[in-house]
């Protein structure tokens, strides 16, 4: 008995733009939903809202903020709640993680032809 496997080289490459497809919906998805959470400087301080706008996609699934302190408003031992952002929080991706991570992935695999199982 002999068995052949045949590779379908247009599904592979359909699947990979598809996936990156996703990934970019996931990334975009993300950046929105954290911006309740992010801290934002009043306006009248210096650099208010650099933080928000330094949030950029470095890589596929790879959030990176630029701003300088970024890491240490992140992981700062108390939330945020002062300047133009009553909402913020530190560990803004976690908090919009625990909020919305069924509905993005539900939207991600509803790109790839699937459904979330979550």
Known sequence: MRIEFVIDHMSIKRRERLFAK????ID?????????YVPV????????????S????????HLVFTAPKAK??????????????PRATRLWFRTMKAESA??????AAAIVGGRAVI
Do not use: F
């Open 54 to 61: 330094s949030a950029g996609i470095a890589e596929p699934g």
């Open 41 to 52: 400087a009043d306006s009248r301080l210096k650099n208010s809202g650099r933080l928000l």
């Open 102 to 107: 069924k509905e993005i992935l539900r939207g």
């Open 72 to 85: 240490v408003s992140y992981y700062a031992k108390v939330n945020h709640r002062h300047g133009g952002n």
């Open 28 to 36: 975009k998805k993300c950046i929105e939903r954290m911006e309740p």
């Open 22 to 25: 996703a990934q970019d919906y």
